[in-house]
Nanobody, 126 residues
Framework: QVQLVESGGGLVQAGDSLRLSCAAS????????MGWFRQAPGKGREFVAA????????YYADSVKGRFTISRDNAKNTLDLQMNSLKPEDTAVYYC???????????????????WGQGTQVTVSS
């Protein structure tokens, strides 16, 4: 079982930046793809970004492409999400997720991820 803990959320103004981090512990495996999802009030959880196990390929939702950057450090078992030019519509709880060991490539569906963090709140005011 992999434990994931997110940090870095907060209240910012439109146009500001935030960096989310996710620390993995337990039965971690660098050979699993990871991703970020978010859930806005009254809405379902949606895909934000994902990264392959090696970090060589990244994937983004159209709504964040060009503004967010996902990265990982397998030596430190961490996953980051750099969020720039934040908009009020980015307000949500952000979740870190990891696929099962050996699943090296990401999926855009939350059902493809085996482990989840507890989430961190990001609020962007206009």
């Amino acid at each position: 079982q992999v434990q994931l803990v997110e940090s870095g959320g907060g209240l910012v103004q439109a146009g500001d930046s935030l960096r989310l981090s996710c620390a993995a512990s337990g039965r971690t495996s660098s050979s699993s793809a990871m991703g970020w999802f978010r859930q806005a009030p009254g809405k379902g959880r949606e895909f934000v970004a994902a990264i392959t196990w090696s970090g060589s390929s990244t994937y983004y939702a159209d709504s964040v492409k060009g503004r967010f950057t996902i990265s990982r450090d397998n030596a430190k078992n961490t996953l980051d999400l750099q969020m720039n030019s934040l908009k009020p519509e980015d307000t949500a709880v952000y979740y870190c997720a990891a696929r099962a060991a050996g699943m090296m490539f990401p999926t855009f569906s939350e059902s493809g991820f085996a482990s989840w963090g507890q989430g961190t709140q990001v609020t962007v005011s206009s």
